[in-house]
């Protein structure tokens, strides 16, 4: 069955410190994978998408990087963390069923 | 360049009342797909429904109703007689056609409160 992994759940970082958040998608492959945030209060802001691996976009700038280094699995990161990187980040990729899309469960993150 | 708009920030009913969420889209796509994701406070998002550009069709599915019309590009969602399960923030969604990145574009959502 075709399911999606995010991890962790929660985190609270301090400014300036490292970020790595990882998703890993099961039963499909090559798919288009996404990272999402949502701001408290705001919408779903899209951040990279990545068509295959070591294909990434970016759709805003900002502090975050993202990376594909295998088929099923995307990887947010970051070097120094800033307090306005704190929100709920979504992984998601793109299936051809009547869904069209599976989300991952999110990771509130909290930079302090 | 596709847009999404949810002019409704946070709507309140009390509880058996019908409420309509209004999404209104622009997009030069002639292909292109509409989705309803509710968010409840854990926070995950799920799925309600997905509508192609070509199936203009209302669709019905229990309390929940879709209509779709293009002349107004307008996607909107009505929960008959509304319970207080429902209270959540709502987000209509437009997803390109079958080539380019495929992204969801999110509306900025709706928060519904049902008050019993």
């Known amino acids: 069955s075709q399911t999606i992994h995010q991890w962790p759940a929660t985190l609270v970082q301090p400014v300036g410190s490292p970020l790595s958040l990882e998703c890993t998608v099961e039963g499909t492959s090559n798919p288009n994978l996404y990272w999402y945030r949502q701001a408290a209060g705001r919408g779903l802001q899209l951040l990279f998408y990545?068509?295959?691996?070591?294909?990434i976009s970016s759709e805003v700038p900002q502090n975050l990087s993202a990376s594909r280094p295998q088929d099923r699995q995307f990887i947010l990161s970051s070097k120094k963390l800033l307090l306005s990187d704190s929100g709920f980040y979504l992984c998601?990729?793109?299936?051809?069923?009547?869904?069209?899309?599976?989300f991952g469960s999110g990771t509130r993150l909290t930079v302090v | 360049a596709q847009k999404v708009t949810q002019a409704q920030t946070e709507i309140s009913v009390v509880e058996k009342e019908d409420v309509t969420l209004d999404c209104v889209y622009e997009t030069r796509d002639t292909t292109y797909y509409l989705f309803w994701y509710k968010q409840p406070p854990s926070g995950e998002l799920v799925f309600l429904i997905r509508r192609n550009s070509f199936d203009e069709q209302n669709e019905i599915s229990g309390r929940y109703s879709w209509n779709f019309q293009k002349s107004t590009s307008s996607f909107n969602f009505t929960i008959t007689a509304s319970q207080v399960v429902d209270s959540a923030v709502y987000f209509c969604a437009l997803s390109e056609g079958d080539t380019g990145r495929r992204a969801l574009t999110f509306g900025s959502g709706t928060r519904l409160q049902v008050q019993p």
């Open positions: 990545s068509v295959g691996i070591g294909q």
């Open positions: 998601a990729w793109r299936n051809t069923g009547v869904y069209g899309y599976t």
